[in-house]
């Protein structure tokens, strides 16, 4: 797959753009979506002024690999990547998807205690109500996977909610299903990227609804959905190195950026290693190069 600019928005002659989401261009073509993920970056709520080299043909193409690797566990909303006849850019970065009811919350698994969960242990001893056992460190592998949903923020950060809740919003029957789904797909996951050299600390999925079937949909175990740490330097006690945007947060942290609009760049050194860490990502997983 050949090396392409960056792609920080776009526009899709004879299309309707339905989203443009932090990362994503949603565009409805009647009876299909198509999804494209653009390169832009977001840091603390704010999309960057920088793309990121490659990231959103990371973000597809892992997000294809999944679903494929998934496919006899939950069915997906996937159709075809393939992108004759529009702009050439989009050759990578995007897949064309059936229309779903989408469920209303976001379905988070977590197998190992970390940011807003670290934080609500150590807060409560819990995360989202469920009770876990006492002295835990920051990292530490959790006892068994748990199911810890969240709402869908339109802007900012998705909020953390209890099981019960979750269960208010949709009804608790397809909670309950989401649940033992969640961490089916999670535990599949994280067994296999284990022997890939790569822990998933934790993960979160979009589940919608095709006929009265439940499909997965959207991103699927990405470094943007998901918290992926490498296994030969793990250690309990503190943060681990990531596969995702933590040179951008080391960055804007450095530089002391008030965290308010309007949002700065990033030197073209930061752009590149965090791209690096993407596509080191996907070849770890994959055993592909991009």
Request: glycine share 8%; aromatic share 10%.
């Amino acid at each position: 797959m050949t090396t392409s600019k960056v792609v920080l928005e776009t526009n899709v002659p004879g299309l309707k753009l339905r989203a443009r989401g932090k990362v994503r261009d949603i565009y409805d073509a009647g009876d299909r979506l198509l999804f494209i993920a653009t390169d832009r970056i977001s840091a603390f709520d704010y999309i960057l002024a920088t793309g990121i080299p490659e990231k959103g043909r990371v973000l597809t193409q892992m997000t294809l690999f999944w679903l494929d690797f998934l496919r006899d566990t939950v069915p997906n909303h996937f159709l075809s990547s393939d992108m004759t006849g529009l702009p050439p850019e989009l050759e990578g970065r995007s897949m064309w998807v059936k229309k779903a009811d989408m469920v209303e919350i976001e379905c988070v698994a977590r197998g190992y205690i970390s940011g807003s969960g670290w934080k609500d242990y150590q807060r409560t001893g819990a995360i989202c109500g469920i009770p876990l056992p006492a002295g835990l460190k920051e990292s530490d592998k959790l006892p068994e996977p748990i199911f810890t949903p969240a709402t869908k923020a339109q802007t900012g950060h998705d909020e953390n909610i209890s099981f019960d809740q979750a269960a208010a919003i949709i009804g608790a029957d397809l909670a309950a299903k989401l649940r033992d789904l969640t961490l089916k797909i999670y535990s599949k996951a994280a067994d296999y990227a284990r022997t890939r050299g790569i822990i998933i600390a934790d993960t979160k999925f979009e589940f919608g609804i095709i006929n009265g079937e439940i499909i997965l949909a959207d991103e699927v175990l990405t470094p943007d959905s998901s918290r992926f740490w490498p296994l030969e330097t793990y250690s309990p006690g503190g943060a681990q190195p990531s596969y995702d945007k933590q040179f951008v947060r080391d960055y804007l942290e450095s530089i002391k950026w008030n965290k308010q609009p309007p949002a700065p760049a990033l030197p073209d050194d930061v752009a590149q290693k965090t791209s690096e860490k993407y596509k080191e990502a996907y070849r770890s997983l994959t055993g592909r190069n991009l």
